[in-house]
């Protein structure tokens, strides 16, 4: 096996992956806050991590690889949505249903995205005594303080707080653009835990009834799932400041550790005309939009596209948005899926150079080139056999292992199908099997045709025609 390279945005460099334990490989991926569908940026994160869990499975075993995705479910924004959604109902219980309801529609997305439910999938509100227990800890080791009924975080008890954002405390003080608010020792610190009125969710704590602040439930539930430090820490490019900045302030100073996490990695946005897509912007289409109306392009698509146009692009690049590449992916699914009828996907072996391409840095996008490569050779004058059986693994390493019935052969491909393989040449081929009496060579290109969905009619007059399959 290939040895694995992760660039690492703590050293801003590519390095050699080495687990901590190669018998128990842990990643953490920060996930969505649960209070409307999510968008196809969010998507992102999670079919690139998919993407590396899958390979790490293959790595190190399945067994062997525990990967955690929390589910954020207090946030003032779901408390916002519970109003207006649910007025009149006790908040608890209105909360309760956004919360429920959404993270429901995002792990149906998942799937739908061809992604494996991670290992665990833990709730903050299920965490917010590990909480309480890490924000003490931080208070009994003078890192932080409780102030104007809130707890902070006092960032200038970290030496190298701003090592992963390569921020300088200094300038962050220059730039605060808002007033330093009273209570705090340092513009830049930040809440661990605040106090709720009577109208919002809370929960009893040392410090009064409150809820916690943004980011010390990934602190909780990573330390909970998988200890102290651990491998990889994942999410998209905006979470590295502030929330992956003090998700390593507080784990590393509760717990007195140089390490949180050992590789840090964030997914470039995707983008709609050079901008993030975001829920602020209002430049977003939802998963669900995408595989259940036919605004787009005209159809519902599946999920198994949107993974394929994501992942043409490396994991760390800007991609801009366009039903044009949908399209591409589509075609190109299709084609894939037809020519990998057939071999067995569970058992298939992916390539090497798949492997070589995944194992570097998860580069997908030269991952792709070696399928189409596959594809050309499985469908040329010699189409051998082990050019299928490596694509069909290929598929099945990336995540596309439904797609059988779901992205059918259309008879627009038959101007690309032409265009690409030469079936005429194919069919000249079996003519020649045929004139040689080698039927058993004869019949395996008729169904190696048959499973890209071309058809052949042999005439009276010794000629054959073909026909695409519908
Ligand atoms: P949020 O719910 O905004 O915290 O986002 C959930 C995850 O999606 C985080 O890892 C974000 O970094 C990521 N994300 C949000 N918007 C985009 C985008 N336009 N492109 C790629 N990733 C995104
Ligand atoms: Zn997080």
């Known amino acids: 096996m290939p040895q694995l390279r ?16 190669a018998a128990k490989v842990r990643m953490y991926v920060c996930g969505p806050t649960v209070y409307d569908f999510a968008h196809i940026g969010n998507a992102r994160p999670v079919i690139v991590f998919d993407t590396l869990y899958r390979l790490l499975r293959r790595l190190y075993g399945p067994e062997h690889v525990t990967y955690v995705r929390n589910i954020t479910d207090v946030d003032d924004k779901i408390n916002a949505r519970a109003a207006r959604d649910f007025p009149g109902q006790p908040l608890n219980e209105a909360i309760r249903r956004v919360t429920e309801s959404t993270a429901n529609q995002f792990m149906a997305d998942a799937k739908a995205l061809g992604c494996l439910e991670p ?16 924000i003490q800890s931080l208070i009994d080791r003078g890192h932080a303080y409780v102030a104007a ?32 608010e009273a209570h705090k020792r340092n513009p830049a610190d930040f809440v661990l835990w605040k106090l709720s009125s009577e109208n919002e969710p809370g929960w009893d704590s040392p410090w009064g009834r409150g809820r916690p602040g943004w980011h010390i439930e990934c602190s909780a539930m990573s330390n909970r799932y998988l200890g102290e430090t651990f491998d990889i820490h994942g999410g998209g490019l905006d979470l590295i400041f502030p929330h992956h900045e003090n998700e390593i302030a507080q784990s590393r100073c509760a717990f007195g550790r140089d390490v949180m996490a050992r590789v840090w990695m964030h997914n470039g946005f995707l983008q ?41 692009t490396h994991y760390r690049q800007p991609i801009d948005w366009t039903v044009k590449a949908l399209e591409e992916a589509y075609y190109t699914l299709s084609t894939w899926n037809r020519i990998a009828t057939g071999s067995n996907i569970r058992s298939a072996q992916p390539s090497e150079a798949m492997l070589s391409a995944l194992t570097d840095d998860l580069n997908t996008a030269a991952a792709i080139a070696e399928m189409h490569g596959l594809a050309r050779r499985a469908v040329g004058t010699d189409r051998p056999a082990d050019a299928k059986h490596a694509l069909a693994g290929n598929l099945a390493l990336l995540g ?13 491909l038959r101007q690309e199908l032409s265009a690409n393989f030469d079936v005429q040449k194919i069919i000249n081929a079996r003519l020649d099997a045929r004139k040689a009496r080698n039927w058993s060579e004869s019949d395996r290109i008729r169904d190696e045709l048959a499973a890209m969905g071309v ?14 399959k519908r």
Do not use: C
């Not at 809130?150 to 653009?177: K, N």
């Not at 939802?286 to 599946?302: D, H, V």
């Not at 596309?400 to 627009?412: A, D, G, I």
């Open 400 to 412: 596309f292992t439904e797609w059988m019935s779901k992205v059918p052969f259309e008879s627009k």
């Open 6 to 21: 992760l660039y690492n945005t703590l050293t801003r460099a590519k390095e050699d992956f080495v687990p901590f334990d």
């Open 119 to 134: 290992t665990v999938q833990p709730r903050a509100t299920d965490n917010i005594a590990e909480m309480i227990e890490i």
């Open 149 to 180: 009924g809130e707890a902070l975080f006092e960032v200038s008890t970290m030496p190298d707080y701003g090592r992963l954002s390569r921020r300088a405390l200094e300038d962050q003080q220059a730039g605060a653009r808002v007033a330093v």
């Open 272 to 312: 709609v005309e050079g901008e993030k897509m975001s829920k602020s912007l209002g430049n977003f289409i939802t998963i669900n939009e995408l595989l259940n109306t036919e605004k787009f392009g005209g159809r519902k698509w599946p999920g198994e596209v949107l993974r394929l146009a994501m992942l043409r």
């Open 455 to 468: 058809v052949l009619k042999d005439n009276k007059d010794g000629t054959t025609t073909w026909e695409i």
